[in-house]
């Protein structure tokens, strides 16, 4: 059965620091790239980084690059997503996405909320 579980979500104040994980079972990891999007109510869902499977190659969206990091250790079929220098407008619902094509698999999302 396949799963992908994200955590790390939460409630924290502008300018601070997140960790979203995303572990994975059920499928070989280490064959798929992992991509984080995350999604605003009554907006598309965007794009923020993607790592492939080795975890040789990132790309970002221009809005987070230089704060976020996405990383993966194959050895534990878990990536991550660290968040620095957060924002407001960084307040979203945050999914990985595990990518082979042509399809992949969904987590359930964890929702990162930055206020004061």
């Known amino acids: 059965q396949v799963q992908l579980v994200e955590s790390g979500g939460g409630l924290v104040q502008p300018g601070g620091s997140l960790r979203l994980s995303c572990a994975a079972s059920?499928?070989?990891?280490?064959?798929?790239?992992i991509k984080w999007y995350r999604q605003v109510p009554g907006k598309e869902r965007e794009l923020v980084a993607t790592?492939?499977?080795?975890?040789?190659?990132?790309t970002y969206a221009a809005s987070v690059k230089g704060r976020f990091t996405i990383s993966r250790d194959n050895s534990k079929n878990t990536a991550y997503l660290e968040m620095n220098s957060l924002k407001p407008e960084d307040t979203a619902a945050y999914y990985c996405?595990?990518?082979?094509?042509?399809?992949?698999?969904w987590g359930q999302g964890t929702q990162v909320t930055v206020s004061s």
């Open positions: 996405y595990a990518y082979r094509f042509p399809g992949g698999y």
């Open positions: 059920g499928f070989t990891f280490s064959r798929y790239a």
């Open positions: 790592i492939a499977g080795p975890g040789d190659s990132t």
